[in-house]
């Protein structure tokens, strides 16, 4: 069992930069893959970037390449997404998640979820 808490959402201006972290619970976070995921209103859930379970692989959707990066920190169960030159697109609930598998890009494949946390971009 991984429980999931994301933190550092808010409101930023358009060009703008934020650092969304995921803590998690449980000894085995190093088995799991994880990935962020984000939903904006009226729209289905949608991969933004994940990372194995080594960090030595990372995957990232096409709109965030290049401005996004995920990172993760074994030691301390941590899972980072910094997110540079945001755009008002990018406003959306942003989601931690985990698998043991590897269909990074797949949202069913993700078996834990926290609870999101919001950020809003601002033109």
């Known amino acids: 069992q991984v429980q999931l808490v994301e933190s550092g959402g808010g409101l930023v201006q358009a060009g703008g930069g934020l650092r969304l972290s995921c803590a998690a619970s449980g000894h085995t976070f190093s088995s799991y893959a994880m990935g962020w995921f984000r939903q904006a209103p009226g729209k289905e859930r949608e991969f933004v970037a994940a990372i194995s379970w080594s960090g030595g692989s990372t995957y990232y959707a096409v709109s965030v390449r290049g401005r996004f990066t995920i990172s993760r920190d074994n030691a301390k169960n941590t899972v980072t997404l910094q997110m540079n030159s945001l755009k008002p697109e990018d406003t959306a609930v942003y989601y931690c998640?985990?698998?043991?598998?590897?269909?990074?890009?797949?949202?069913?494949?993700?078996?834990?979820w926290g609870q999101g946390t919001q950020v809003t971009v601002s033109s």
């Open positions: 998640a985990a698998q043991m598998g590897i269909r990074y890009y797949t949202r069913i494949a993700y078996e834990y």
